[in-house]
């Protein structure tokens, strides 16, 4: 019984919370510390699509909208005359 009133606090508290995802690079293959194989970081940096939101930011678009300020923004461009709502 306890266990699920924690599981259900814990998904409304995860509900109300902003999410955000962590990407955790691996230094080298062998998980050495202080070895650190650029390529590899690299490879793993263009997998994970890094590199090209680097250099999205850097090329002037730093803006980041949220979806409902994104559809107010560019709903004309797709004919679109009603209101879009996050649920």
């Known amino acids: ?5 924690m599981r259900e606090r814990f998904v409304m508290g995860l509900g109300l ?3 955000r995802y962590i990407r ?3 230094p080298n ?9 650029s390529e ?3 490879e793993q940096l263009n997998y994970l ?4 939101l680097v250099k999205i930011k850097q090329s ?3 803006v980041n909208y949220n ?4 559809v107010n923004k560019y709903k004309i461009l797709v004919n679109f005359k009603g209101k879009v709502t996050i649920e």
């Not at 019984?1 to 009133?5: C, E």
């Not at 293959?29 to 194989?37: A, I, L, S, V």
């Not at 699509?49 to 090209?52: C, E, P």
């Not at 979806?67 to 994104?70: H, I, L, V």
């Open 60 to 62: 002037g678009y730093p």
């Open 49 to 52: 699509g890094i590199v090209d």
């Open 24 to 26: 955790c690079l691996k």
């Open 17 to 19: 919370c902003f999410h």
């Open 40 to 42: 590899y970081i690299l």
């Open 29 to 37: 293959f062998t998980k050495t510390p202080n070895n650190y194989d």
């Open 1 to 5: 019984m306890r266990s699920s009133l």
């Open 67 to 70: 979806f409902q300020e994104f």
